[in-house]
């Protein structure tokens, strides 16, 4: 978070907001916070979390996807990817 005067925002403006969403999700993962194999909460959902447009959830999501760190199954919603090498790498990144 970052302080604005008298108000916090969640979002640094030099990065697109988009990005900074992967990066929060990426530590919740690395973290266990959202543990390998485990259901993510809908983007319409996480829009309110995040306090950002749908869009810019769904966009996250889909990078996240292409990267391998979520999938998703159309009828029941995303997963965490549980495969534990995608987990380890991306721990020994964060470390980086």
């Known amino acids: 978070m970052i302080q604005k005067g008298d108000r ?4 640094e403006s030099t990065k697109p907001i988009y990005l ?5 999700i990426k530590k919740e993962i690395a ?3 959202l543990p390998p194999g485990s259901q993510m909460a809908s983007f319409r ?3 309110m979390q995040y ?3 749908p869009n810019t959830v769904q966009r996250a999501l889909s990078e996240l996807e292409r990267e391998g760190l979520v999938k998703s199954d ?7 990817n549980d ?3 995608m987990v380890k790498t991306l721990k020994n990144q964060m470390i980086e």
Do not use: H, Y
């Open 31 to 33: 973290t266990g916070k």
């Open 74 to 80: 159309r009828t029941i919603g995303r997963f965490i």
């Open 20 to 24: 900074q969403i992967m990066d929060l």
């Open 51 to 53: 306090q950002v447009n």
């Open 83 to 85: 495969q534990g090498e």
């Open 45 to 47: 959902e996480l829009a």
């Open 8 to 11: 916090m925002e969640l979002f």
